[in-house]
């Protein structure tokens, strides 16, 4: 099991840039493929990028595949989401997820066991 504490949002406006921290703590950090999703209200939650254990390979959302980098600090077990270029769309409680895994490639499909408490990232026009 791995804890995690999310952190980073705030209220921006549409063209600026923000970047969200994912503090873990228990063991084996690097084991842990991560993840980033987002759930903006009266949508379904989403998907937005993904990240190997060992950071060699990464996916996103085809909505923020230009603006967004997920990047990863195994010695400091961390995991960040750069934003850029933030559109009122993006708007949504970002969540991090972690879990375990002994493949050092990840992909959307994968599933989620471990989840924060959200943070929530909010555009203006």
């Known amino acids: 099991q791995v804890q995690l504490v999310e952190s980073g949002g705030g209220l921006v406006q549409a063209g600026d840039s923000l970047r969200l921290s994912c503090a873990a703590s228990?063991?084996?950090?690097?084991?842990?493929?991560m993840g980033w999703f987002r759930h903006a209200p009266g949508k379904e939650r989403e998907s937005v990028a993904g990240?190997?254990?060992?950071?060699?390979?990464?996916y996103y959302a085809d909505s923020v595949k230009t603006r967004f980098t997920i990047s990863r600090d195994n010695a400091g077990k961390t995991v960040y989401l750069q934003m850029d270029r933030l559109k009122p769309e993006d708007t949504a409680i970002y969540y991090c997820a972690a879990t375990y895994t002994t493949s050092d490639y990840t992909n959307p499909a994968l599933k989620y066991d471990n989840w924060g408490q959200g943070t929530q990232v909010t555009v203006s026009s």
């Open positions: 228990g063991r084996s950090f690097s084991s842990y493929a």
């Open positions: 990240i190997s254990r060992n950071g060699a390979t990464t």
